[in-house]
């Protein structure tokens, strides 16, 4: 039986450490595998940095390749979990012509539907923050591209999972040995 891909959200407990990004990442490129998002920042635990990607591939593959990562000296853990057991957001900015908030009504309206809010607005232009699922942020997207969006980006995941993770716990354990 073949295994269907999946979306997976990964997530890797590490040292801080030069050339890290690029050794996770030439994991995931050996095996031809696009990294669909990337987010690093500080975790809950202190000196310790987090990873968030986002994949599409087989549970089997994912098993494989969180073992390669742990392999790296500077990978504390790393974990894989489905859509369904995290919370997650992503967040973006659009940057707009300013003459469109004032000359079309529907901008407003499409911004205060959206829940996203105006982060600044100046003679030349104005610049709209939203922050959701992916499905929000894109659909936001299409409705903004038929006004002309002078810029956009879009962040990395970010998640928490439903149930507990334990990884303070586990570091707590292992620097107190």
Known sequence: MNEE???????????????????????????????????????????????????????????????????????????????????????CIFKMKSNLLFDERQIQNIIKESNARIVTVNRDFFVIEKSGRKEEIELLHRELSAFGIMQFIRSGRIAVTKEEMKISTMLEEAFQH
């Open 5 to 91: 891909n999946k979306l997976y959200t990964v997530s890797i407990y590490t040292e801080n450490n030069i050339g890290l990004l690029n050794r996770i990442s030439a994991i995931f490129q050996r095996r031809h595998i696009n990294v669909e998002s990337l987010n690093t920042s500080p975790s809950e635990i202190e000196g310790v940095s987090r990873f968030t990607l986002v994949v599409n591939m087989t549970e089997d593959n994912i098993k494989r390749i969180i073992g390669q990562i742990e392999k790296q000296v500077e990978v504390i853990k790393a974990y894989y979990h489905t859509e369904e057991e995290i919370i997650y957001q992503e967040s």
